[in-house]
């Protein structure tokens, strides 16, 4: 149980394009998900922390209004890359936290981001 | 689909002690990375092996890859407070995506 999938798994765009990556938990609901980049061997650096029927909370430094993540559903988050440009290139994970504890967390395969 | 089993799910140690998470893969791994998670935190990054066979050591930390490159541990020498959380495995496949193991929380007993 408490399988989390990412789709696409890997996405090749040009520059000025928009992505969508899209996360779900599929054997359980997901109160928060979070969203996550890595770059390689480096710690995953929390992009936001996304709440079922609410505004994302977005950590210093990450723009709103170029990642934008919207958590429709307690199975399903989206995180949507606008206007991407190559320095958005990277590794981008998700996580889905079980309600009985914020600390266990399941985490996706990631997604891998190139633009061109 | 292609899974990484981490165990134990829970170790209660008494400070001192050892402790040892072992992480096992139905598929050969590309590489396998290790992640610490504080009570509270995000996951950090502390190391990544690629080859077979493979022993690092990063001060009472050692990790080592196994040689057919599906199984991975983590084991801690002398336990100490600040070494609480959950340890993480990841794997790296063909396609490199992670596959996560399901994290050993360590627990330090009084």
């Known amino acids: 149980g408490a399988v989390v999938s990412q789709h696409p798994s890997w996405v090749i765009c040009k520059s000025g394009t928009s992505v969508k990556i899209e996360c779900r938990s599929l054997?359980?609901?997901?109160?928060?998900m979070f969203w996550y980049r890595q770059f390689p061997k480096q710690s995953l650096m929390l992009m936001a922390t996304?709440?079922?029927?609410?505004?994302?909370?977005?950590e210093q430094g990450v723009e709103k209004d170029k990642f934008l993540i919207n958590h429709a559903s307690l199975t399903l988050s989206t995180l949507t890359v606008t206007s991407a440009h190559p320095e958005d290139s990277s590794f981008y994970i998700c996580?889905?936290?079980?309600?009985?504890?914020?600390?266990?967390?399941?985490f996706g395969p990631g997604t891998r981001l190139t633009v061109l | 689909g292609q899974q990484v089993m981490q165990i134990p799910q829970y170790q209660h140690v008494q400070e001192g002690e050892d402790f040892t998470t072992y992480c096992n893969s139905s598929?050969?791994?590309?590489?396998i990375q290790w992640y610490k998670q504080r009570p509270g935190g995000h996951p950090v990054f502390l190391i990544q092996l690629v080859k077979s066979g493979e022993v690092k050591k990063q001060k009472r930390l050692t990790f080592q890859f196994g040689e057919a490159k599906k199984n991975s541990s983590l084991h801690i020498t002398a336990t100490q407070t600040t070494d609480v959380g959950t340890y993480f495995c990841?794997?790296?496949?063909?396609?490199?995506?992670?596959?996560w193991g399901a994290g050993t929380k360590l627990i330090i007993k009084p």
């Open positions: 598929t050969t791994l590309s590489n």
């Open positions: 990841a794997g790296g496949d063909s396609n490199y995506q992670l596959i």
């Open positions: 996304s709440n079922e029927g609410s505004k994302a909370t977005y």
């Open positions: 996580s889905a936290a079980i309600p009985r504890g914020a600390d266990t967390q399941y």
């Open positions: 054997d359980f609901q997901a109160t928060t």
